[in-house]
């Protein structure tokens, strides 16, 4: 395919936070270094972040770790500070080094393989992939003139290719579209890569960035009513075939009753409390050893 890149055999690893979220990162960084082998794991944070549980973490699995700090001058600066830390992941996106990449969130969980994510054509045309909400977004679509209501992505989960990407996005670019569209940018990044990057990406299926409303004790939800949200018929696969949990919107688990707590909220709170001794985090059992 003409633009195609070479596919690469391993992915790197991504997370940007600043130190408050470092605990919950660790986390998700153990999640995934015990489901996947990844050449290594980049950390983006402000300058003075050390970053230091993420670090032995990283060095008990035998994974490189790079701190990439964001400079006080970088185009993240001229954005509000109540906003600023939003853009983090916009930085996480920025690469020098050639690869392929996978952006997480640290709310994340991985409680599956991600072998098929190293394959996923990216190439100049579509650099980037990354999962829709799975559910009708129509005010979205419309002012970011997206292709239909269910083009709208979740920017938790974003798998890429660096130097295809770099091609067409950068944190100027980002920042400089949220300021000009702000009315239009309900969800602030999100929204200001959806319209950059609209017709550009190539979309996972949910199992890769299984979202709070997917879950099986929100079934009584009117996203999972097949008049509401015809993509509900997807929701038994996505929740079989879960590779990446995603614990947003007040879903942590320390935040749910123990009666409504689910599979992967037991899992996040078994490695949960490991965390004080990161070196033994590689001889934690990987969730389908438990489930």
């Known amino acids: ?4 890149t070479t596919l690469t055999t391993a992915m790197h690893l991504v997370l940007a936070l600043d130190q408050g979220f470092e605990t919950l990162a660790s986390v998700a960084l153990t999640s995934f270094l015990l489901h996947h082998s990844f050449e290594s ?6 300058e003075g972040h050390p970053m230091e549980r993420l670090s032995a973490l990283a060095a008990a699995f035998h994974v490189p770790l790079r701190l990439q700090p964001i400079p006080a001058d970088s185009a993240l ?3 509000p500070p109540a906003v600023r830390p939003y853009f983090f992941c916009i ?7 050639p690869g392929r990449y996978l952006y997480v969130d640290a709310d994340t969980l991985c409680v ?12 100049d045309v579509h650099p980037l992939a990354a999962c829709s909400h799975g559910r009708p977004m129509p005010d979205r679509s419309l002012v970011l003139a997206l292709e239909s209501p269910y083009h709208y992505f979740n920017a938790g989960v974003l798998l890429f290719d660096s130097a295809a990407l770099a091609k067409q996005l950068s944190p100027v670019a980002v920042v400089d579209y949220f300021l000009r569209h702000r009315a239009l940018c309900r969800f602030r990044e999100q929204c200001a890569l959806n319209g950059i990057l609209r017709g550009k990406v190539r979309y996972l299926p949910g199992q890769y960035n299984l979202l709070s409303w997917m879950r099986e004790r929100q079934d009584q939800g009117r996203w999972h009513n097949l008049a509401a949200n015809p993509m509900a018929y997807c929701l038994t696969n996505v929740r079989e ?3 990446i949990v995603h614990l947003s919107a007040g879903a942590l688990p ?3 009753e123990e009666s409504r707590r689910e599979r992967m909220d037991c899992y996040w709170l078994l490695l949960e409390k490991a965390m004080d001794q990161p070196e033994q985090a590689p001889n934690l059992p990987r969730y389908a050893e438990r489930w």
């Open 1 to 4: 395919m003409k633009g195609e």
């Open 41 to 46: 794991v980049v950390v983006v944070a402000p």
């Open 77 to 79: 600066s001229s954005l």
């Open 91 to 97: 930085e996480a996106l920025k690469q020098d080094t």
């Open 112 to 123: 599956n393989e991600l072998s098929a994510l190293e394959d996923l054509p990216l190439d």
């Open 241 to 243: 075939q879960m590779a």
């Open 254 to 256: 320390t935040q749910v």
